[in-house]
């Protein structure tokens, strides 16, 4: 079973964590099952970007990102090359080392 390494990040996962994952399960997913709530203002419909994170450490093994989740991506705080929308990556065969980006672009809460 794949796991997903999340580095820690000071508000969301203090110590980091571990997780197991079933292959094809979305990593926003995995995480929320283990009480990470990373930001997901569109509920998991790819339409914000409040679930980016950075893939360090197994990015090739995940299915190529389709073209409206680069645009979304392109709003993203911190875009870096292996960034993704934790609503989108799905964990296949590979371990994978994530991080959470600090800051996130969140309309929903930034206006009000």
Not at 12 to 24: D, M, N, T
Not at 67 to 87: H, I, K, N, T, V
Request: proline residues 5%.
């Amino acid at each position: 079973m794949p796991k997903i390494i999340v580095l820690p990040h000071s508000e969301l996962c203090p110590e980091g964590a571990v997780l197991e994952a079933k292959s094809g399960e979305s990593i926003l997913d995995v995480a929320l099952e283990n009480a990470i709530d990373i930001p997901h203002a569109c509920e998991k419909s790819c339409a914000c970007t409040t679930c980016h994170i950075v893939i360090r450490e197994g990015f090739d093994s995940l299915e190529i990102s389709d073209e409206l989740e680069d645009d979304m991506l392109d709003r993203a705080w911190g875009l870096e090359p292996e960034s993704r929308l934790s609503c989108q990556a799905k964990v296949l065969d590979e371990d994978l080392v994530i991080e959470i980006p600090k800051y996130t672009v969140n309309y929903v809460l930034d206006n009000y």
